[in-house]
């Protein structure tokens, strides 16, 4: 199982990114998948939870409205559009499966950076 997360970078308060996060070595369309992130100094925290199927959706209340979650099955990714980007959002932010036989797999990460 390989995660590869990408599209992280420095963004001014306001500002938009868009992270993929590349799946191979499973099944990516049976798995529900999440994004999760670190911020300095603070535990990793769920940010949002998409079904195997994309129809089911779950945020952590302090991204609701501004982040969203989906998949493309076709090419074993799943994206997170953040938009209305604010400071408290830098963070490394993961990709990560349900569990995978005896495991669950994290990617390396990718760095976002919300500052002016």
């Known amino acids: 199982v390989q995660l590869v997360e990408s599209g992280g970078g420095l963004v001014q308060p306001g500002g938009s990114l868009r992270l993929s996060c590349a799946a191979s070595g499973f099944t990516f369309r049976t798995y529900g998948m999440s994004w999760y992130r670190q911020a300095p100094g603070k535990e990793r925290e769920l940010v949002a939870t998409i079904t195997n199927t994309g129809v089911n959706t779950l945020y952590a209340d302090s991204v609701k409205g501004r982040f969203t979650i989906s998949r493309d099955n076709g090419k074993s990714t799943v994206y997170l559009q953040m938009n209305s980007l604010k400071p408290e959002d830098t963070a490394e932010y993961y990709c990560?499966?349900?569990?995978?036989?005896?495991?669950?797999?994290w990617g390396q990460g990718t760095q976002v950076t919300v500052s002016s």
């Open positions: 990560k499966t349900p569990r995978i036989g005896v495991r669950e797999y």
